[in-house]
């Protein structure tokens, strides 16, 4: 049965071994991060460790044998079952490949840079944008990821501004 009380996760993704300190207030509070590759060095781990437990999947610019990170990572929080993945081994990850090649209620995923959150299915599909150097004309951004009651709603959380509701939220039910 599902949980009522709320867990927060932070997302985030292609950190590329630069943390901004604005990191530690958008993702403040949360219980858990979710780290959808590209970290790109233990330093940025040990860093968001000090805000939550850490778990985050190998990107295709990190170490491939390195220990702290996974393939992909899948929790059932909440009775949400989040699957993340960096998304480079689908190419150009989409949110429809993304859907047809993995289960799970949230996916959660890297590698483009750009902050998505879209809802297929009753099922929930989020990039968290890249924190890390900025790139292309795209604002360093995390994510959000509430859940309670069976259900999950994501926000993106810009690290240039403020943390306020993003423009970017979506929920599964």
Do not use: W
């Not at 460790?49 to 990107?59: D, K, M, S, Y």
């Not at 879209?118 to 604002?139: C, H, S, T, W």
Request: net charge negative; hydrophobic share 40%; charged share 20%.
């Amino acid at each position: 049965m599902p949980s009522r009380r709320a867990t927060v996760v932070g997302l985030i993704s292609d950190t590329h071994g630069l943390l901004r300190p604005g990191v530690h207030t958008a993702l403040a509070g949360v219980s858990l991060i979710l780290h959808a590759g590209d970290v790109g060095g233990d330093d940025v781990l040990d860093e968001l460790g000090l805000i939550a437990p850490v778990q985050a999947v190998c990107g295709n610019t990190d170490t491939p044998d390195d220990p702290r990170l996974s393939r992909e990572v899948v929790r059932d929080i909440g009775g949400v079952i989040i699957h993340v993945s960096h998304g480079h081994e689908l190419g150009q990850p989409t949110p429809e490949a993304l859907l047809a090649r993995y289960a799970g209620d949230v996916l959660v995923y890297g590698h483009t840079h750009r902050a998505l959150a879209v809802k297929a299915a009753g099922r929930l599909v989020v990039n968290p944008g890249a924190a890390g150097p900025r790139r292309f004309d795209i604002e360093p951004c995390v994510a959000r990821l509430t859940i309670a009651g069976g259900r999950a709603d994501v926000e993106i959380v810009p690290l240039t501004s403020p943390h306020t509701l993003g423009e970017h939220h979506a929920s599964s039910s």
